[in-house]
Nanobody, 124 residues
Framework: QVQLVESGGGLVQAGGSLRVSCVAS????????MGWFRQAPGKEREFVAA????????LHADSVKGRFTISRDNAKNTVYLQMNRLKPEDTAVYYC?????????????????WGQGTQVTVSS
């Protein structure tokens, strides 16, 4: 049974940093693309970043490029999202997800496993 468990969310002031983590279990972690999405109240789920199975290729949304960094540790079955220079508009529930393909990684429908989410709140 596939399970993704996020942690590390919280409340931070604008300009601060947080690192959220996602531990995966149930299938061979390194075989899967990992992605981070976020969803704010009343908005659609939004792509944040993705990383290939080996970790050698990453993609970040323009809205977070230069501030957020996705990484993974295949020995620990864990993917991370380091978030720096946070802004109030980054406030959302952050979800990790798994996909078998790199094509279409910006689209939630291409991921077949999701975590429960972790809340990130950035105060102004």
């Amino acid at each position: 049974q596939v399970q993704l468990v996020e942690s590390g969310g919280g409340l931070v002031q604008a300009g601060g940093s947080l690192r959220v983590s996602c531990v995966a279990s149930g299938r061979t972690f390194r075989s899967y693309v990992m992605g981070w999405f976020r969803q704010a109240p009343g908005k659609e789920r939004e792509f944040v970043a993705a990383i290939s199975g080996s970790g050698g290729t990453t993609l970040h949304a323009d809205s977070v490029k230069g501030r957020f960094t996705i990484s993974r540790d295949n020995a620990k079955n864990t993917v991370y999202l380091q978030m720096n220079r946070l802004k109030p508009e980054d406030t959302a529930v952050y979800y990790c997800a798994q996909s078998t393909l790199w094509d279409g990684i910006r689209w939630p429908q291409n991921y077949d496993a999701w975590g429960q989410g972790t809340q990130v709140t950035v105060s102004s």
